[in-house]
């Protein structure tokens, strides 16, 4: 689902589709060259200064037939046929990209969800290791050192946890 939206919104995978009908475009106006052209010379017919004559109408309409350039014309198709190739290798090169960044930000992701949780374990933990800390200095039982070191993990973790979150909803962005 993710990769089927991205092909929807993604700009460059689809500058690289528009990449791929523009080269079968110049595909079909290679081969197109194959075949005769008829052309008109208006200006010439609207600029006459007396009425249009045999050689007149001769100029105005003018066919053409490629006879002697059929290896120019096979060297075009082809040049038009490789950057087809070419356009359909790039499509499919970003296509894997847009793949491959899905599925490292869905990991990513993950991964930082997993994190937050671990987090929230050893804020708990610490929190307990507090709360035995402060109970045993009020019994003269240990040093105000010791309550300060239970502090300064338990605001540790705190601080973890802000930033897995903070993480994890960066990712999910």
């Known amino acids: 689902a993710l990769l089927a939206e991205a092909e929807s919104r993604r700009q460059d995978?689809?500058?690289?589709?528009?990449?791929?009908?523009?080269?079968?475009?110049?595909?079909?106006?290679?081969?197109?060259?194959?075949?005769?052209?008829?052309?008109?010379?208006?200006?010439?017919?609207l600029q006459r200064g007396t009425d249009p004559t045999t050689l007149h109408w001769a100029t105005l309409i003018q066919a053409s037939l490629p006879l002697f350039s059929a290896g120019d014309i096979e060297a075009d198709v082809r040049t038009a046929l490789s950057r087809l190739r070419q356009a359909k290798l790039d499509y499919s090169r970003v296509?894997?990209?847009?793949?491959?960044?899905?599925e490292v930000a869905m990991e990513n992701l993950r991964a930082s969800f997993e994190r937050t949780e671990r987090f929230r374990v050893q804020v708990r933990s610490a929190g307990d290791a507090l709360e035995q800390a402060e109970g045993l200095y009020r019994a003269g039982l240990s040093t105000n050192l010791e309550r300060l070191v239970a502090q300064d993990r338990l605001l540790t973790a705190q601080l973890e946890l802000v930033n897995a979150e903070l993480d994890s909803k960066v990712f999910y962005l």
């Open 13 to 45: 995978l689809e500058a690289a589709a528009r990449r791929v009908d523009a080269a079968g475009l110049d595909v079909q106006s290679a081969y197109g060259q194959y075949f005769p052209s008829v052309s008109l010379n208006l200006q010439y017919f």
């Open 95 to 102: 296509r894997r990209e847009v793949r491959r960044d899905i």
